[in-house]
């Protein structure tokens, strides 16, 4: 089992009994905002989602290590448009604003370096999310370009920015 500790961190996969604590963030419109996923609408429907997660894709719960409350999740996996390892993040907004995103985010970069091998990495925010592109500049990504992703439906496009790391 993949597991990752920080000073205030594991990180883990999820599973199906954090599904009450996800839900509180991808059932936040708030939150959900500039995610390419759509807004859950219930426990039921976040179940499923943990129960299909590819293992592959090496994605994370962010737990509290003091409480044990899964406060977010985040992946690093192959990209296969870039040649490069995207990272992606999501924490609930009763989080927001206290480092646990960026430090979660240098822990899996450092995984991902260690255990895979991993180089280099991709990534990108919602020009309208500025907070996003903090992180990835604390972790170390640099400005490449701006550009556009959209939900995974199709249903809105963001303008965004794209960041790059390489790691030697």
Known sequence: MRRIETERLILRPLTTEDA??????VGDPIVNRFMPYNLYANVEQ??????S???????????????????GSGD???????????????LNRAFWGQGFTTEASKAMIQWAYEAVGTRDFVACHAIKNPASGRVMQKCGFRFERYGQYSRFDGSEIF?????SLHLD
Do not use: C, M, Q, R
Request: net charge negative; no cysteine.
């Open 159 to 163: 303008d965004a920015a794209f960041y």
């Open 76 to 90: 690093v996996g192959f990209d296969p448009e870039s040649g490069a390892y995207g990272l992606g993040y999501n």
């Open 20 to 25: 009450d604590d996800v839900f509180e963030w």
């Open 53 to 71: 997660i590819d293992e592959g894709h090496n994605h994370f719960g962010f737990e509290l290590a003091a409480t044990g409350k899964v406060i």
């Open 46 to 51: 976040v179940k499923e989602w943990i129960a």
